[in-house]
């Protein structure tokens, strides 16, 4: 045949028909006529009687033929997208975003820190040498009030601290102006950094006086008993408005350097004003003394950051903090032991070796260490290569960072509302306040991953539902002008990336959001979860809202971080969130209630339960439990074999007379993404070939949602498979190209859908959708590999080469999406195999 003659012209108004043939590489005509069965089961005839009277010959053909449309439109049903709700049926779901959005989030959750096992740690105290070091020890200067700093504690600082970048600017701004106003995050340093900022600066201050006064005196201000009482903390209760009237008296010694941590979120706190700052500053200059405020970040601290005396404390840098806390640790060695071991440098290499180990990594699961942090790591390291700490309580408390961090947080978060009069109103918004920080928290362990705009509007939610069951006789308002982000993420230990999210189908630049540490969303889910019951109920309302955001990078994170809160107390979560939405209204409700089935079921110790209550709603639940039994089944771990999971599925595919074997069939073919896919298509070819047509029924329409479907609807775990590189093909291709062994069975299966009558037309635009991928939009090929090894086993016999020829035909006449003819030709000797190229040619020869 030549290019002409099968690619030109216009095409005839139907396909050809099939001659009838007998098996051939497992196609049976046979099935076609049996694939025709009325919806009793029994056979009904393709083909009119020869002669018959001229009336009742039409009336019976004209009833054939409306059986045969009735058929075809059934079928057409069964073929549609199970979780499309109000949108066209024709038009973009959720599918493919919602599967990656899967896989991101399952990423959270898989560092080997199962939330299930994942308990406080029992490892007490660490020894070095004769030093015990407290693991679970809360450090905290709430308790500190006015009085001098001792000066041993000073110049243990001057021997331990290490500066953060930019130290050298706050201290020349500390000095040229008396007065500093230093922001930072809570833990991070900054209480010991203004201390040193302080230390210095009166160090020097003195120096230079008595360099003037006395120029033969030591300038060593270290022996002078004065400097005992040369720094020293201010009662946060005095406030800066007593500090500067207490600089007035006689009394006051010069040259001192004061410490001021002030609380600036509380309710009812209001942060002093720039002509208080003004005031103070020169009641210092005017004795010749420094202060230094401390204020956590946040919108309340912005206008003091944002002043003449405003400036921010980074850090400490990890790395160089962890080697000197773990030279210091090895140094604390007795001398005996110090003598007999080996030395402290070779140690120092071996604890930073083992602090590089992915397994330790891991268990630490924090990319910035704190202070206090870096002490307890630096403790844990020097005691394992000292042998007074086993592996199992290194990794145990390397596990314990992330799980005081999420403590820290949430640990007396209301106890300033609760310590409001009641017969007050001062508490009128103040819940808000209080409870954003930790609601951003909590959105971003479950939402990591997902755009900032997302998280900030799910905190917001959040904010509300715990805000209303702290405080029900006051509406929860927030100021709508004072978010700061900067701050929620140096408060949150979290991070901004540059990424892209899908907006109805389509990829955007976005910003994207995560903690600075894979262990913190799993510490946060676990602390909130586990020792702050009362708040439950507000996060279950709150999980509730997110199961019916439009957005899959939102309600999916939401399911898979709902069904790890499932697994620490599966009676609750069962109760108040799988049950209530498994029997919703919505399919993405009910999508929602299957992804946590599965994500419980992912734990050795919940999936014998939850395969049991899935077998429970395919058997006996109501059409919403068996929907959501079939979404869960899709994921592969809600039976205990493959061969389980078709037999659910194909009971609630063929109940019925087939009323959802839409979803069924959807399921059926994210099955086949899973390594026993072979498995899979033997079912497939059993079902087309049963006796009861709603079986053949299930075989035909999960065919064709197979030739529909592309890779990323179904794979979600993109790193362990072969098709993981192949997410906008179409999933048949894509397993054509990458396993060969499968092209028989799915084209015998393509080929059955191609020749019965009411799927025909159905699998002829399926076909169509394939040729179509084989080029990109943009030019480029796309799933041309999978067609090369398909086409050509699906067209064998020259009738199949006629229905392509047709169908290229339609496509290269089609007004809408024109086939270049190029195309076309390309598409076509794809199909031709090679002796079958040469004597075509021979003949046209």
């Not at 290490?162 to 020349?172: I, K, M, S, T």
């Not at 919403?624 to 994921?635: D, Q």
């Not at 059993?686 to 197979?706: A, C, F, I, P, S």
Request: with cysteine; net charge negative; glycine share 8%.
């Amino acid at each position: 045949m030549s290019d002409e003659e099968h690619a030109g012209g216009p095409p005839d108004d139907a396909p050809p028909e099939a001659a009838d043939k007998d098996k051939d590489g497992g196609r049976d005509r046979e099935k076609e006529k049996g694939g025709e069965k009325g919806r009793d089961g029994k056979p009904s005839s393709d083909e009119g009687k020869a002669d018959g009277d001229g009336e009742s010959a039409d009336s019976e053909a004209d009833d054939k033929e409306s059986e045969r449309e009735r058929a075809a439109g059934r079928f057409r049903e069964h073929t549609r997208d199970p979780l499309a709700e109000e949108e066209s049926e024709d038009g973009p779901t959720s599918l493919a975003a919602a599967s990656r959005a899967h896989g991101d989030a399952r990423l959270i959750f898989t560092t080997g820190r199962d939330l299930h096992t994942f308990d406080r740690p029992r490892i007490g105290r660490v020894q070095i040498g004769d030093t015990y070091l407290q693991m679970d020890a809360r450090r905290s200067g709430a308790g500190m009030r006015s009085g001098p700093v001792p000066a041993d504690e000073l110049r243990e600082l001057r021997r331990a601290h290490v500066a953060p970048e930019g130290y050298v600017g706050l201290r020349n701004a500390l000095g040229a102006r008396r007065l500093l106003v230093l922001g930072a995050a809570p833990g991070t340093g900054r209480t010991s950094t203004a201390l040193s900022l302080l230390d210095d600066v009166t160090n020097f201050a003195v120096a230079e006086a008595n360099r003037k006064t006395e120029p033969e005196a030591d300038a060593d201000t270290d022996t002078d008993p004065a400097a005992d009482s040369r720094v020293w903390r201010v009662d946060p209760d005095d406030g800066v408005r007593q500090l500067a009237d207490s600089l007035g008296g006689a009394e006051v010694r010069r040259g001192t350097g004061y410490l001021l941590e002030l609380s600036v979120t509380g309710p009812g706190v209001l942060p002093p004003d720039e002509i208080g700052l003004d005031r103070l500053a020169a009641a210092l200059a005017a004795c010749r003394a420094f202060a230094v405020i401390v204020v956590t970040l946040g919108s309340a601290a912005n206008p003091l950051l944002a002043g003449r005396y405003g400036m921010l404390c980074p850090p400490a840098p990890t790395r160089e903090l962890l080697a000197t806390r773990l030279r210091e640790r090895l140094e604390e060695r007795p001398d005996a032991a110090a003598a007999d071991g080996p030395p402290t440098a070779e140690l120092l290499a071996r604890a930073e070796e083992l602090a590089e180990r992915e397994e330790v990594r891991d268990a630490v699961g924090l990319t910035d260490l704190r202070p206090v942090e870096a002490e307890l790591f630096a403790s844990l390291l020097a005691g394992h290569v000292l042998g007074t700490v086993s592996h199992e309580e290194l990794l145990t408390g390397c596990r314990s960072l992330a799980a005081g961090q999420a403590q820290e947080w949430f640990a007396g978060v209301d106890r300033a509302l609760a310590a409001l009069p009641a017969a007050t109103e001062k508490s009128t918004g103040q819940a808000a306040v209080l409870f954003h920080p930790v609601a951003f928290r909590i959105a971003l362990a479950v939402l990591g991953g997902a755009s900032h705009s997302a998280v900030a509007s799910a905190a917001h939610l959040l904010t509300w539902e715990l805000s209303v069951q702290c405080d029900p006789d006051n509406a929860p308002a927030r100021p709508l002008f004072c978010d700061d982000p900067d701050s929620d993420l140096a408060l949150s230990r979290a991070e901004l990336k540059s990424g892209l999210v899908e907006v109805a189908g389509v990829d955007v630049a976005a910003r994207l959001i995560w903690y600075r540490g894979s262990a913190l969303p799993a510490a946060v889910l676990t602390e909130v979860w586990d020792r702050h019951f009362p708040a439950r109920a507000p996060v279950v309302r709150w999980l509730r809202l997110l199961a019916d955001d439009p957005r899959p990078q939102v309600w999916m994170r939401a399911a898979v971080a709902a069904g790890e809160l499932c697994v620490q107390d599966f009676d609750h979560g069962y109760a108040e969130l799988v049950r209530p939405l498994a029997e919703a209204s919505t399919p993405r409700r009910r999508f929602f209630a299957a992804t946590m089935m599965d994500q419980a079921a992912g734990h050795a110790s919940h999936r014998k339960a939850v395969r049991k209550l899935v077998d429970d709603w395919v058997k006996s639940g109501t059409n919403a439990l068996r929907w959501s039994a079939a979404m869960a089944l899709g994921y592969g771990n809600a039976a205990a074999t493959t061969d389980a999971s078709l037999d659910a599925l194909a009971r609630i595919g063929v109940r019925n007379e087939g009323e959802q074997m839409a979803v069924a069939s959807l399921n059926v073919v994210r099955l086949l993404a899973l390594p026993d896919g072979a498995r899979v298509l033997r079912r497939m070819n059993d079902w087309t070939h049963h006796k009861y047509v709603t079986y053949q029924d299930l075989g035909l329409v999960t065919t064709v949602r197979l030739m529909l479907t592309s890779v990323d609807e179904v794979l979600f775990d993109t790193s362990v498979s072969p098709l993981g590189e192949r997410g906008d093909r179409p999933l048949a291709l894509a397993l054509a190209a990458s396993r060969p062994e499968l092209v028989r069975p799915m084209a015998d299966l393509m080929w059955t859908a191609l020749n019965t009558a009411r799927s025909r037309d159905v699998a002829m635009d399926a076909l169509e959708s394939l040729l179509r991928s084989a080029v990109r939009k943009n030019g480029s090929e796309g799933a041309r590999p999978g067609l090369a090894a398909l086409l050509p086993v699906l067209m064998a016999e020259e009738q199949d080469r006629r229905r392509l020829d047709w169908l290229l035909r339609r496509m290269m006449n089609d007004p809408e999406n024109r086939l270049p003819d190029a195309q076309a030709r390309a598409l076509w000797w794809l199909a031709v195999p090679a002796r079958g190229r040469k004597g075509e040619e021979e003949r046209n020869g």
